[in-house]
């Protein structure tokens, strides 16, 4: 079981032990790919060497945290993580978080090999089962014998979740009352030497089969058991959150703040509950110690952007007319942040407020005036864009969305005709409605709270779409497409790689696009973005808008390297 940091007093980072053991017999169990990550080049090549030597198939050795979140943002498989706890630009304890953030990760050991732990590390090996502190410095070999012992913990907690599986399934409740197996269920669960993870594990199985209300109870029972369980107050938390209980899901999350002040997860959800309750000031403070662990969490940023804009705006706004709804709190910050010329910064606004709406009306809302802000931005592109989702979001029921559409539509095409491309405008726009005119009864529906005042000669970008000729034969099918994981690759992939034009035979682009490289799963993966096209706009984008932009994603398998979309 993992627990309090070990620590090992040889001053080597790789050898033997007094009694040595074989690597295998020390790990129990041959992974098959591990991910090592040190800053310090002489730990690194003799972690990398140890576990070459004891069998390990791949070792990937990374000096800095940015590289290897870019394994861990790729979904690729991975057995074991070693990392270090102070690494420049991304820390070991960001990437804590964005490997146990990955439902593939969740049974992934972790061994931090680090001499800088501090108390409040400690707490990370209760919260993150399958984790373990080490200081340095160690040998390779009792990295071995520790990571040997997550794998036993790991194959415990598999045996658990097979048996508990099997009595969960054969639960047949009736009108509220389980009877002995659901009691049966109960003590052994509180009878079992490490309670939470295996409390967890009966949980998710209750969820799966929507048993929701027995899954309530043990969560209750858990924290009957552990009072000060910090994984069970945040569960606790969310499901109030859920029921729209924020003042009982802030509490509940406070309390967890002071018990597990490094939990990413549990930093942005109270940041989230902070802002519904419309406390930008708190809210800032929470996603400004968030930033501190991870300031690329999109999450993280969305949050930090609201919140600084709360602080900054709320005094301008009149706060009667809201009557505490967020949206359109919201929405009037982003009216005001526009009608000021700040049009970028309102952009971002719109575009990080979107994610902190529930409810379709309100997300149409704030969609429509996102895409009324690219119009007054000189975007009509953009704005096409928002008016298509907002249009397809209403059902075809907000007329004016449709009108605007078309308006934007005239304007990007007048543009581009002239630079010599076109763009189809119509993927968003329900099949029924895209051989419609103009008009029907567009001036129906609409939003009182539209700011747009003008819609005179408009300037876009230049056109966007190129050429495909000369790129390689698509052949991948549907599921490949995975374009969630491109975006995500594109999180990670800061800088260009020039030699993926050679690499990938798209020389004739070099001039007009940006290439980035990265992993999906076990294969390559080539990104390649005009230059018209701010980069940190494209993972915002959805596969479709990605596409229509002429952002190109090629994919290489056997040594060969071929268009993931379709031409």
Known sequence: MSGPVSQDTSSTAAGGLSKALEPAELLGWMPRRVVIVDDDKSVLFAFERAFRDAGVKEVLPFEDGASAARIIGSGAAVDAFVLDWRLPDL???????????????????????????????????????????????????????????????????????????????????????????????????????????????????????????????????????????????????????????????SRLLMRAAALAPRNLERLCLLGDVQIRLMKGQEARDTFTVAAGIDQEDE??????????????????????RMQGNLASMLNAIGVLMVREGKISEGVQHYMSAIRFVDDDSDWIKLGFNLGLAYMRWQRPTDAAQWFGKVWEKSKGSFFKAKRYFDQAVKDAQKLDQSAGSTIDFSAGIPEAEKTKGTSSSNTQGGDSSAFLTDQGSLISHPGIEETESGLPTAEYPPDLLAWDKVRKVLKTARVPDPDLFEDTGTQHLKRSHSAFGGLIGDRSVCILIPKSIPVPRVPDMDELEAKGAGVKVLRRTRRVWALMWPP
């Open 91 to 249: 820390g070991g304890l960001a990437l804590l978080n964005r490997i146990r953030a990955q439902a593939i990760f969740d049974r992934t050991p972790v061994v931090v090999v680090s001499g800088f732990l501090e108390k409040r590390d400690f707490r990370l090996a209760a919260e993150f089962p399958l984790l373990t502190l080490v200081e340095k410095p160690s040998h390779a070999n009792f990295v071995f014998k520790k990571l040997g012992e997550l794998y036993r913990e790991r194959d415990f907690f598999d045996g658990e979740g097979a048996r508990l599986a099997a009595e969960i399934n054969s639960l047949e409740p009736r009108a509220n009352f389980i009877g002995e197996r659901w009691e049966n269920i109960r003590t052994r669960l509180r009878d079992a030497p490490r309670p939470a993870p295996v409390y967890f594990i009966a949980i998710n199985l209750l969820r799966q089969r929507g048993m929701e209300a027995l899954a309530d109870v043990l969560l209750q029972d858990l924290l009957g058991l552990e009072p000060d369980c910090a994984p069970a107050l945040i569960e606790l938390g969310r499901k109030k959150m859920a029921d729209g209980n924020y003042p009982a899901a």
């Open 299 to 320: 999450r993280v940023t969305s949050g930090l952007n609201i919140a600084e804009n709360m602080v900054r705006h709320m005094s301008s706004i009149d706060m009667s």
